[in-house]
C-alpha cells in the first residue's frame, strides 16, 4: 500500500497536533517485527495520530523503519525527531449496527418550574424519563399504568 501524501500545511498542522501525546508504541531491540506492526496498526486505527519510540541509536536505521511503517501500513509520515516517530492515518469510519427489535431506552429531558412570584428565576432540573414512563405537563414523571385481567378471561 503506498503511503498517504500530505501538503506541507497538513503536516504542520498535525505535528501541532500530536506535540502533546506520549509514545503508544515503542520498539525495542528486535526491531520492526509483525507483532510491532499489528500494535502500530491497531493504534492508528484507534487515534490516526500517533507517536512510536524507536531505541535504536542509528538514526539510517530509524529513518528505514519511519518509512517502512508509512509504506506498508498506509499511513502518512508527519515527523521524524530524534527517537520519536509521528505517523497519521484517517480514522476509519465504524459500521453502525441497526437493530430494529431495539426499544426506546432511558432520555434526560429538562424541566423547568416557575415560580409564582414573577421576579424569580424559573427551577431547571433534569429528570430521566425510561421508556416505560411519561412526562406530564406539571413536570411529573408518570409510570405506564399495569393493565388488569380481565376476572371474565381469568375464570376457569
Given at each position: 500500500?503506498?503511503?498517504?501524501?500530505?501538503?506541507?500545511?497538513?503536516?504542520?498542522?498535525?505535528?501541532?497536533?500530536?506535540?502533546?501525546?506520549?509514545?503508544?508504541?515503542?520498539?525495542?531491540?528486535?526491531?520492526?517485527?509483525?507483532?510491532?506492526?499489528?500494535?502500530?496498526?491497531?493504534?492508528?486505527?484507534?487515534?490516526?495520530?500517533?507517536?512510536?519510540?524507536?531505541?535504536?541509536?542509528?538514526?539510517?536505521?530509524?529513518e528505514a523503519?519511519?518509512?517502512?511503517?508509512?509504506?506498508?501500513?498506509?499511513?502518512?509520515?508527519?515527523?521524524?525527531?530524534?527517537?520519536?516517530?509521528?505517523?497519521?492515518?484517517?480514522?476509519?469510519?465504524?459500521?453502525?449496527?441497526?437493530?430494529?427489535?431495539?426499544?426506546?431506552?432511558?432520555?434526560?429531558?429538562?424541566?423547568?418550574?416557575f415560580s409564582?412570584?414573577?421576579?424569580?428565576?424559573?427551577?431547571?432540573?433534569?429528570?430521566?424519563?425510561?421508556?416505560?414512563?411519561?412526562?406530564t405537563p406539571?413536570?411529573?414523571?408518570?409510570?405506564?399504568?399495569?393493565?388488569?385481567?380481565?376476572?371474565?378471561?381469568?375464570?376457569?
Open positions: 500500500m503506498p503511503q498517504i501524501q500530505l501538503t506541507t500545511a497538513q503536516r504542520k498542522a498535525h505535528r501541532a497536533n500530536a506535540h502533546h501525546l506520549d509514545p503508544v508504541v515503542l520498539i525495542g531491540g528486535d526491531g520492526l517485527s509483525p507483532s510491532v506492526k499489528k500494535e502500530i496498526d491497531a493504534a492508528l486505527n484507534a487515534h490516526g495520530l500517533i507517536k512510536v519510540r524507536v531505541f535504536s541509536d542509528d538514526r539510517s536505521a530509524r523503519m519511519f518509512q517502512t511503517i508509512a509504506e506498508e501500513l498506509n499511513a502518512a509520515p508527519i515527523q521524524h525527531i530524534g527517537k520519536l516517530l509521528v505517523l497519521w492515518r484517517p480514522i476509519p469510519e465504524k459500521e453502525k449496527v441497526v437493530d430494529e427489535d431495539r426499544m426506546p431506552g432511558p432520555r434526560d429531558v429538562k424541566v423547568l418550574k409564582k412570584r414573577g421576579g424569580q428565576r424559573p427551577e431547571m432540573k433534569v429528570v430521566r424519563v425510561l421508556g416505560n414512563q411519561r412526562l406539571g413536570g411529573q414523571v408518570k409510570r405506564a399504568k399495569v393493565l388488569k385481567k380481565s376476572i371474565k378471561k381469568s375464570a376457569p
